[in-house]
């Protein structure tokens, strides 16, 4: 059976990492149908908005919820935190022309699109390595990427 | 041990130098632009104790750690490239760096352990005139690469709301 990918929303992600009392489910199978693909600059800024008390839930709510997840919170792969290491950043931030670089990504490398959003495109942008739906970069631009520019552009 | 963690306009000043006057760490760091004799000295005691034990294979001086920089500091050159390279180094050159650093330089990942540092970074910054001012979400992120890297790392930074955080008074260089 094939794994669907999907990239989780902001209210996926406030229910997976807010939840008070999460626990492990024993009786759960192993077999994953679906997984939630999370981009780590989502989780920076749950974190920016809890501590600027912008929600209801509390820091240390998080902070329980990454520490679950690193004890498996969920079934194992459930989420995937796609995070921007080294070997991401060479492959993203860069535009190649047969392996050779020729120059800056633009889409990320470009002042008018907002630091997290960058990151956000970074991760997600699809390449020979990335295992999840092509259309999940789309998705995530479609639902951040023109409000984050707006924003940009109205504060100048 | 004691990393010391570059921001986005030293990490742009460091690399100027790198590829410049101190031919990739062949020559020494020196201070200019925001690079201070202090951060020159600790640059250059690190590639020193690198080059030492990568030719000896001896560790008579005692680790001085590394020169780290969050991939969040590379995304921020490239977006800002005009302003903050002023032409002194190539995107090529910046590319074979991020893909091979020196062994004395770490690359730190954007991850889930920098989100649980990142929740320890405050919001807010009291200014020497008793001002609060609010720390942007990008200097957080070295901040909390800064945290990562153990308690005794240091932070080179020239934002001055950063310079003012208190938890990093110490920890400044």
């Known amino acids: ?156 | 041990m004691a990393d010391v963690v570059l921001d986005t306009n030293i990490l742009a000043d460091f690399l100027a130098q790198f590829f410049g006057t101190a031919r990739r760490g062949h020559a020494s760091f020196a201070k200019q632009d925001t690079i201070t004799g202090e951060l020159a000295r600790k640059i250059n005691q690190i590639i020193r104790w690198h080059d030492w034990n990568l030719e000896s294979g001896e560790d008579e001086e005692q680790y001085p750690g590394m020169v780290v920089a969050s991939t969040f500091a590379f995304v921020e050159i490239g977006r800002k490239w005009t302003d903050i390279v002023k032409g002194r180094f190539q995107v090529t050159q910046m590319a074979a760096f991020v893909e091979q650093p020196p062994e004395w330089f770490a690359i730190e990942p954007v991850d889930e352990n920098l989100v649980v540092a990142f929740c320890d970074a405050p919001t807010d910054v009291l200014m020497a005139h008793g001002e609060m001012r609010a720390l942007e979400w990008a200097d957080a992120v070295h901040i909390a690469t800064a945290f990562g890297r153990g308690d005794d790392s240091l932070l080179a930074a020239t934002d001055r709301e950063m310079r003012q955080v208190s938890v990093l008074q110490d920890r400044l260089i």
């Open chain 1, 1 to 156: 059976m094939a794994i669907r990918t999907r990239l989780l929303t902001r209210a996926d992600i406030e229910r997976q990492f807010l939840r008070s009392g999460r626990t492990i489910d024993t009786s759960e199978t192993d077999s994953i149908e679906e997984i939630g693909i999370c981009p780590v600059v989502e989780l920076l800024e749950l974190c920016e908005l809890l501590k600027k008390g912008k929600l209801r839930s509390s820091l240390t709510s998080l902070q329980s919820g990454m520490q679950a997840l690193q004890e498996g919170p969920v079934r194992r792969g459930e989420i995937v935190i796609i995070a921007l290491d080294q070997e991401r950043l060479a492959d993203s931030l860069f535009e190649r022309d047969d392996h050779l670089v020729i120059g800056l990504w633009s889409p990320a490398a470009n002042r008018n699109v907002s630091p997290t959003h960058s990151v956000r495109r970074l991760v997600l942008r699809p390449s020979d390595q990335t295992w999840w739906d092509g259309d999940i970069y789309a998705e995530a631009d479609a639902i951040y990427g023109v409000v984050e520019e707006l924003e940009i552009d109205t504060n100048g």
